[in-house]
């Protein structure tokens, strides 16, 4: 059992950053995959990015390429999104969640954690 909890959500303007985190518990972190998704209103959940279990491997949506990055520390159970170059479009939702195989689908992950909103204004 993995019990995830997100932080750093909030609200920024266009072109500005936040870092998201993820705080993971169990001693079983660094066997999981981990993934961030985001749901905005009225749309499906969507696939952000993922790391390897190692941190070796990243995969990101075209839609976040070059402006998103994930990174992990696994002595510290915990992953991190960070954000740049922020759109309104990007406002959503943002869930972490984990995963035993490095997957862009939402069905490929058996754990979530419950999300923080980020909002970004015009």
């Known amino acids: 059992q993995v019990q995830l909890v997100e932080s750093g959500g909030g609200l920024v303007q266009a072109g500005g950053s936040l870092r998201l985190s993820c705080a993971a518990s169990?001693?079983?972190?660094?066997?999981?995959?981990m993934g961030w998704f985001r749901q905005a209103p009225g749309k499906e959940r969507e696939f952000v990015g993922t790391?390897?279990?190692?941190?070796?491997?990243?995969r990101y949506a075209d839609s976040v390429k070059g402006r998103f990055t994930i990174s992990r520390d696994n002595a510290k159970n915990t992953v991190y999104l960070q954000m740049n170059s922020l759109k309104p479009e990007d406002t959503a939702v943002y869930y972490c969640?984990?995963?035993?195989?490095?997957?862009?689908?939402?069905?490929?992950?058996?754990?979530w954690g419950q999300g923080t909103q980020v909002t970004v204004s015009s």
């Open positions: 169990g001693r079983t972190f660094s066997t999981y995959a």
């Open positions: 790391i390897s279990k190692s941190g070796g491997i990243t």
């Open positions: 969640a984990a995963a035993q195989l490095l997957r862009p689908s939402p069905d490929a992950y058996d754990y």
